[in-house]
Structure formats: C-alpha cells, structure tokens
C-alpha cells in the first residue's frame, strides 16, 4: 500500500512539474485554473501516452468516420479491387508484429499516387497508386509500409505530439471528439518524420518477406517512383527522404542475404 502511495505522489509531482514547465514556456490567455485542475490536467496527458489497443482501434473507427464525413477520403466502389486489396493486406497484417488487432484496407478514389494510414489498423490505398504498380508484391510493399507504421504506433506519437506543442492545457483537456478532428486534419497534412519512416520501411520489408513477397519489390517501387517524369508523386512528398530510405533498406537486405 506505500508503495502504491509513493508512487501516485511521485506521478502527480512529475505532472505538477510538466504542467508548470510547459505553462511558463506557452503562457495561457485563459483564466487561472486550480492547482489541483492543473494536477489531474497533467495526470490525464501522461495516461494519454500509453493508449490501449482497444482504446486505438475505437479512435481509428472515429477517423476512419471523420475522414469520409469531412469527403477527404471518398471510397472506390469496385468491389474487386476492393476485394483484391483487403486479401493482400490481411495476408500481411497476419504476419506482422501487431496481428491482434482488426485491420481495414481501403481503397481511395484519387489519382494521386499515394498510401496512408492511422491508428486502429486502417490503411487507405489511392487509385492512382493502385495503378502505378507493376505487380503485386510492389502493391504488397506499400501496405507492408503502411502496415509498419500501425505496429510501430507512428500516428498516436504524431497526434500526441502535435497535440502538446499546442499547449499541455488545451492537450490534456481534449475530449475524443476533438482529438479525432485533429487526428482527420493530420492524416492529410503532416508528413511522418524520418525516423518513422524508415521504422516502418525496416518492419514493412521484413513483414513482405515473412508473408512470402520478393522483399527487392519495395525498393524498386521506390526507386521507379523517384525515377517518374513530372510532378512529385503525393506519396514521396508525405514521406521524406526517399534516398535515405533506399539505402537503409539495401543495407537490411545486404544483412539478410549475407
């Protein structure tokens, strides 16, 4: 029974302390607010860092919601490719470090070539990248990408994060509504940083060989997409250092073929 009460006290004051930090940092407009509102306030951002899978999977449902309400996302009605899609993922959400939990792949009415995912096991596919692959394992390493960032939990720590440099106040104070707005507005508009990408690069690449892919297709469909005439494909302007990424990845199947 100490032990349990030492430890509450020992999170509250950290909470206390982050609280304070972060308020002298961004000074708020708003009215004062008790110190015991700015306790439980600090308390409720650090339960807030360690979401469960079944709290992310009823999050990722609310997104997957707000990003066809707010016409984002406008879903393909074809139901074969829709089919063809959701047996390719599913094969690889199997084998994936995070197979206990459902999984959604969707197929995007967009000619843009583009992927992406959020929290909860939803993947969407454009159109426009659907058609730019060759083959399937090169449509394969897209959602074994995607698939990666979703095991490695990219989009709570990118929601989390953004919701911070707001203001630990109005973080902590975000009712699920708000946060899943601000996770619809994220899933379009924030890039992942580099080191998620090449997380989810290494896990996606050792995921397509594990589900019995040719593992080289995710580095050619990069390669090919760097090498397209034109514009910028959407897919390479979301995910960063392409270059870098190419490289770690020969270097991953150098370590495994040798």
């Not at 009215?31 to 999050?59: C, H, K, N, Y």
């Not at 050619?220 to 490289?247: V, W």
């Amino acid at each position: 029974m100490r032990l349990i009460f030492c430890r509450f006290w020992l999170l509250t004051i950290i909470s206390l302390l982050l609280s304070l930090s972060i308020g002298i940092i961004n000074p708020q407009n708003s009215s004062a607010l008790s110190w015991m509102d700015l306790l439980f306030r600090g308390v409720q951002v650090i339960q807030l860092s360690t979401i469960s899978p079944q709290q992310e999977v009823a999050i990722g449902r609310q997104i997957n919601q707000g990003l066809l309400e707010s016409g984002k996302v406008k879903l393909s009605k074809d139901a074969r490719i829709n089919q063809y899609v959701q047996e390719i993922g599913q094969q690889l959400a199997a084998t994936s470090d995070r197979p206990d939990i459902p999984y959604t792949f969707q197929v995007v009415r967009d000619n843009s070539i583009n992927a992406f995912a959020t929290m909860g096991g939803f993947v969407y596919l454009h159109t426009g990248l659907i058609k730019t692959t060759d083959n399937e394992a090169e449509l394969a390493s897209v959602i074994a990408h995607e698939i990666g960032h979703i095991v490695g939990r990219h989009s709570i720590t990118q929601l989390r994060n953004t919701a911070l440099a707001q203001g630990l106040l109005s973080a902590a104070g975000l009712e699920t509504k708000n946060w899943v707005q601000l996770a619809v507005n994220l899933a379009y508009s924030l890039p992942n940083s580099r080191k998620d990408e090449l997380e989810a690069d290494r896990l996606g690449l050792t995921n397509l060989a594990r589900a019995g892919y040719e593992p080289t297709a995710m580095i050619s469909f990069m390669q090919k997409l760097t090498q397209q005439g034109g514009s910028t494909p959407t897919i390479l302007s979301t995910h960063p250092a392409t270059n870098d990424r190419i490289l770690a990845l020969q270097k991953q199947l150098n370590s495994v073929n040798n």
